[in-house]
């Protein structure tokens, strides 16, 4: 369920930098973040290109995820996304730019530790919209089938996370990491480096793809024999005249900063790559043997379920709570008498949007002709239901509703979805798309039955006063 919360969205103060090498690239790097409107989510762009083209942080726009995520929009690329846009989710930043001048952020230490001390250094400051989350109330699984892994979201309070790590090695064995609230990202998570194992970086070196790394940004557990020749390819590629393997099984030159750095690496990347799905989430993510293919597979399918809900975003109504307006208010307000009256109650009412709702039964009048033997709810009158919503929204702005009425001025971008049967409940939605200005307003409007969309229309309406 998609909801909006008493929070304020934020970014940041002012614009800050920082400079480094990238992982896989191996070029100089300058990235800095910038301020960004409410609504804005994270977006990157590439200033060194013509244009300076913007890649929003949008789970659509993964093209791989074998050394890292990799986003592509128009032939455009970033590279190794995910540390970032962790600690943007880890400091609670819901809108923020992040200009670089290649495609490959910084790796830093191989943690966020570094993004998450500029960010703070750049300090925080709130926007004048409310933050949006996805309140997760059903479990939500993917598993990859052919790796094991498996990621789940379940009912939860806040934001949690909880990563399983088992990669069949000796040397790494399996490990746990749990973040449970994100104010403890800093602390528990940000400095939490990237691993890889010697098998892997061999690999990486043989094709080229490993050439801003050293010891200082990679954890490397040697879960082989280290040969004399990979050992010389190590010291010309990391610059180090005497590389060994200390008694924990990784190479010299670096402490674990825990001993489940490896857990807690992978948690980070969750967080990172969940991000992806564009909206703050509220739920626990339980992932086992998580990876960005998993990762992002996952990120995905949450994108499409808050998709379809953006689109339906049904309202919730508690019925066991009075409504703001009952039937015999509602006729204080509109000149609308049965039976062409097709609103029974308002359950909110605000300067900007109305919710009510229709009961529909047998006895409707337009059953007897619409049609014998299969009575289905007219559209129009479904769209006359909506304008009298919005009617209800409209007069509820001036002094005196009984002494004006609202014609429709047009209906436009009008769609059917789903046909509405007898015994049905209609949900109306009713939101201003402008302010009201010289008693013309202009309205967006839903109706829902059973969960889903079934109209929905622009109207826009002339305010007349009759008395």
């Known amino acids: ?72 929009k128009n032939g455009v690329a970033i590279q190794t996304c995910e540390h ?25 230490d191989g943690s966020s530790k570094y993004f998450v001390e500029a960010l703070e250094n750049a300090g925080l400051a709130n926007l004048q919209h409310f933050r949006k989350e996805y309140v997760v109330k059903e ?64 690999m990486l070196l043989n094709e080229g793809l490993i050439k801003g790394g050293d010891l200082n940004n990679a954890i490397v557990y040697v879960d082989k024999e280290l040969s004399e020749s990979t050992m010389a390819k190590l010291k010309i590629a990391f610059n180090k005249d005497d590389i060994k393997v200390k008694s924990n099984g990784i190479l010299n030159n670096l402490t674990l900063h825990y001993p489940n750095e490896a857990a807690r690496h992978k948690l980070l990347d969750v967080i990172g790559d969940l991000a992806l799905s564009g909206i703050r989430l509220r739920g626990k993510v339980i992932a086992n043997k998580p990876g960005h293919f998993v990762n992002t597979k996952f990120a995905k399918k949450l994108s499409d379920i808050i998709k379809i809900e953006r689109k339906n975003n049904v309202p919730i109504i508690d019925f066991s709570k009075e409504p703001v307006m009952d039937t015999n208010k509602i006729m204080e307000v509109l000149p609308h008498r049965p039976p062409f009256l097709f609103v029974d109650k308002i359950h909110e009412l605000s300067s900007s949007k109305v919710i009510g709702i229709k009961n529909v039964t047998i006895n409707e009048s337009f059953f007897q002709g619409h049609f014998p033997g299969f009575p289905v709810m007219p559209g129009v009158l479904i769209v006359e239901a909506m304008a009298q919503i919005g009617g209800i929204l409209v007069l509820n702005t001036l002094e005196n509703p009984e002494n004006y009425l609202t014609f429709f001025a047009k209906i436009d971008k009008v769609r059917f979805k789903n046909k509405v049967f007898p015994g049905d409940t209609i949900i109306f939605k009713c939101t201003l798309i402008t302010p009201i200005r010289r008693g013309i307003c202009h309205m967006q409007g839903y109706a829902y039955v059973n969960g889903k969309l079934c109209a929905e229309a622009e109207l826009m309406a002339q305010i007349t006063k009759v008395k």
């Open 139 to 202: 479990v939500i699984t993917y598993k990859d089938d052919k790796s094991g892994s498996e990621i789940t979201i379940i009912p939860s309070d806040h934001y949690e996370v909880t990563t399983m790590v088992d990669f069949g090695t000796k040397i790494l064995g399996t490990q746990n990491a749990t973040l449970n609230n994100l104010k403890d990202f800093k602390t528990n998570i940000s400095n939490s480096r990237t691993f890889s194992f010697l098998h892997e970086i061999e």
């Open 84 to 108: 970032v846009l962790a600690a943007l989710v880890g400091l609670e930043i819901d809108n923020i730019n992040i200009e670089l001048n290649s495609s490959e952020p910084p790796i830093m």
């Open 1 to 72: 369920m998609i909801t909006t919360t008493k929070i304020k969205q934020t970014t940041i103060s002012k614009a800050i930098s920082l400079s480094g090498v990238g992982l896989h690239t191996g070029k100089d790097v300058k990235l800095t973040f910038k301020p960004a409107i409410a609504d804005n989510g994270y977006t990157f762009t590439r200033v060194d290109l013509d244009g300076s083209p913007i890649i929003e942080a949008n789970i659509n726009f993964v093209t791989s995820t074998q050394r890292g995520t990799v986003l592509e």
